[in-house]
C-alpha cells in the first residue's frame, strides 16, 4: 500500500476531526463575545491544539483574548489567524465562527506533517477584528515577527481565491457646547447637537465629489438626553473607505474639514480620535492565492474567475495589515445564506447551518494543503523565506 503524501495526510487529519470542528463551530457561534472580550471563544478556539500538543502562549502580545499556539521546530514558520469576534445585537453576522474552526482544522493538519515538511504552524487567535484592529496591534507587538507567510479564510456569498478589501479609518468626534434650558434662555446655549447636524450635511454634500472606490457611513452617538436642555455634548461616529491606503488619507482630510465646520459654524469645542489602528486594503499573494482557487475547484466549488477578483471589495480587514508586510491570503468560501450578505441577521443564522458546516471542514483543508504546497515548492518557499529575512533586517 502507497505511504500517503503530506498533502493527503493533512486533508486526512481535517476530515477525521471534522465533527469537532464543526462542534467548535457552533460553540463559538452560540455564545458570541465582542471585540476585546472574547473569553469564552478564545479558550475553545486554543482547546483542541493545546491537546494536540501545540505549545500555546497566552495573552499574546499583550492582548488578554490573543493567543498563539505553536507546533513543530521547522524553519518555515506559517501564520494560521483565527478570528472569533461578533457584532453587537446580531452575533456572528459575518462568520468568525467559520474562521476559528477552520483555523483550527487546518493548524492540526499541518502539525501532522510539521516534522516531515520542516514546518512550524503558528496558530494565532487575533480578537478584534470586527472593532478594535486586533491584528494590527499584533503586528506591531511582533506577533508575526518569525512568520514567513500567513493565512485565513472567511466566509462570504460567494468563492473568491485573491480577495481583495478596502482600506480604512474610523473617527470618533465629540462636539462640546454649553447646555441652557431650550425655552427660557435658548441664546445662552451653545448647541452641539447642530454642530453634529452642520457636520452630516456638509458630509452628505461632500459624497457626491467622493473619487471611486472612496465611501463614508457614519451615526450620532450621543445627540442630547433631553428635549428641553440645549444639548451640551454631542458625538459622532465615522468610518472611511477607499481602495488603498493614499487614497483613504486625501478623504480623512476632506471628512475632517466637515467635523471642524460643525464647530465652526454653531461655536462649539471638538475632539477627534481614532478608536482602532488604520486597516490595511489587502495585498493578497498571488503564487498562494492561485493555489488556493485550484484547492477550491478540486473541492468542486466555482471560484469567481481570477480578472473578476479585484472588482468585488469586501468591506475591510485587518488581515490587509498582515499582508501588506508578509505574502499572506484571506481567500472567501462561499456559504449559502439563502441571498443573505454578511452583517444581516439571516447569515448569523446560516453560520450555524449545514453549508457553514461544510464550510470550516473545506476550508481548513484547502488552507493546510495550501501551506503544504508552499512548502514542497522549493522556489516559492525560498522566496517566503527571503522575505522574511528582509523584514528582519530592515
Same mark, same amino acid.
Given at each position: 500500500m502507497p505511504t500517503a503524501t503530506p498533502l493527503d495526510s493533512a486533508e486526512h487529519v481535517v476530515r477525521r476531526r471534522g465533527g469537532d470542528l464543526v462542534e467548535l463551530s457552533h460553540a463559538i457561534h452560540a455564545e458570541p463575545e465582542l471585540a476585546f472580550a472574547e473569553h469564552r471563544s478564545c479558550a475553545k478556539a486554543r482547546a483542541l491544539v493545546a491537546e494536540r500538543g501545540f505549545e500555546v502562549t497566552a495573552q499574546a502580545g499583550?492582548?488578554?483574548?490573543?493567543?498563539?499556539?505553536?507546533?513543530?521546530?521547522?524553519?518555515?514558520?506559517?501564520?494560521?489567524?483565527?478570528?472569533?469576534?461578533?457584532?453587537p445585537e446580531i452575533g456572528h453576522a459575518c462568520g468568525h465562527?467559520?474562521?476559528?474552526?477552520?483555523?483550527?482544522?487546518?493548524?492540526?493538519?499541518?502539525?501532522?506533517?510539521?516534522?516531515?515538511?520542516?514546518?512550524?504552524?503558528?496558530?494565532?487567535?487575533?480578537?478584534?477584528?470586527e472593532a478594535g484592529g486586533g491584528k494590527a496591534l499584533l503586528l506591531d507587538a511582533g506577533v508575526f515577527d518569525d512568520v514567513a507567510a500567513a493565512v485565513m479564510v472567511h466566509p462570504g456569498p460567494a468563492d473568491i481565491a485573491a480577495a481583495h478589501s478596502l482600506?480604512?479609518?474610523?473617527?470618533?468626534?465629540?462636539?462640546?457646547?454649553?447646555?441652557?434650558?431650550?425655552?427660557?434662555?435658548?441664546?445662552?446655549?451653545?448647541?452641539?447637537?447642530?454642530?453634529?447636524?452642520?457636520?452630516?450635511?456638509?458630509? @452628505?454634500?461632500?459624497? *457626491?465629489? %467622493?473619487?471611486?472606490?472612496?465611501? $463614508?457611513? !457614519?451615526?450620532?452617538?450621543? &445627540?442630547?438626553?433631553?428635549?428641553?436642555?440645549?444639548?451640551?455634548?454631542?458625538?459622532?461616529?465615522?468610518?472611511?473607505?477607499?481602495?488603498?491606503?493614499?487614497?483613504?488619507?486625501?478623504?480623512?482630510?476632506?471628512?475632517?474639514?466637515?467635523?471642524?465646520?460643525?464647530a465652526l459654524a454653531t461655536g462649539c469645542e471638538y475632539e477627534i480620535?481614532?478608536?482602532a489602528p488604520t486597516y490595511d486594503e489587502l495585498k493578497p499573494d498571488p503564487w498562494l492565492a492561485g493555489v488556493f482557487r485550484e484547492e477550491m475547484r478540486r473541492l468542486g466549488r466555482e471560484p469567481v474567475a481570477a480578472e473578476y477578483e479585484s472588482a468585488l471589495p469586501l468591506g475591510s480587514t485587518?488581515? @490587509?495589515?498582515?499582508? *501588506?508586510? %508578509?505574502?499572506?491570503?484571506?481567500? $472567501?468560501? !462561499?456559504?449559502?445564506?439563502? &441571498?443573505?450578505?454578511?452583517?444581516?441577521?439571516a447569515f448569523a443564522a446560516a453560520a450555524a447551518g449545514p453549508s457553514a458546516d461544510r464550510a470550516v471542514v473545506e476550508?481548513?483543508?484547502?488552507?493546510?494543503?495550501?501551506?503544504?504546497?508552499?512548502?514542497?515548492?522549493?522556489?516559492?518557499?525560498?522566496?517566503?523565506?527571503?522575505?522574511?529575512?528582509?523584514?528582519?533586517?530592515?
Open positions: 499583550g492582548l488578554d483574548t490573543a493567543f498563539r499556539a505553536d507546533f513543530g521546530s521547522g524553519p518555515l514558520v506559517i501564520g494560521v489567524c483565527a478570528e472569533y469576534d461578533a457584532l465562527n467559520i474562521i476559528a474552526a477552520s483555523a483550527v482544522g487546518a493548524a492540526l493538519a499541518l502539525a501532522e506533517v510539521a516534522d516531515e515538511l520542516g514546518l512550524r504552524v503558528a496558530l494565532i487567535g487575533t480578537p478584534a477584528e482600506a480604512l479609518s474610523e473617527a470618533d468626534v465629540d462636539y462640546r457646547g454649553k447646555e441652557s434650558h431650550a425655552a427660557v434662555a435658548p441664546h445662552q446655549g451653545i448647541n452641539a447637537a447642530d454642530a453634529v447636524t452642520v457636520a452630516q450635511v456638509a458630509v @452628505g454634500l461632500l459624497r *457626491q465629489q %467622493l473619487a471611486p472606490g472612496q465611501m $463614508v457611513h !457614519g451615526i450620532v452617538t450621543n &445627540g442630547g438626553q433631553a428635549v428641553n436642555v440645549i444639548p451640551g455634548h454631542a458625538s459622532l461616529q465615522y468610518a472611511m473607505r477607499a481602495v488603498e491606503s493614499e487614497s483613504l488619507r486625501e478623504l480623512e482630510g476632506r471628512m475632517y474639514a466637515c467635523f471642524a465646520a460643525g480620535r481614532n478608536p485587518d488581515m @490587509g495589515n498582515v499582508t *501588506q508586510v %508578509l505574502p499572506g491570503i484571506h481567500p $472567501v468560501i !462561499g456559504v449559502d445564506a439563502g &441571498g443573505a450578505m454578511v452583517h444581516q441577521r476550508g481548513a483543508i484547502m488552507l493546510a494543503r495550501t501551506v503544504v504546497h508552499l512548502a514542497q515548492n522549493p522556489a516559492e518557499r525560498d522566496r517566503v523565506l527571503a522575505a522574511r529575512e528582509r523584514r528582519g533586517h530592515a
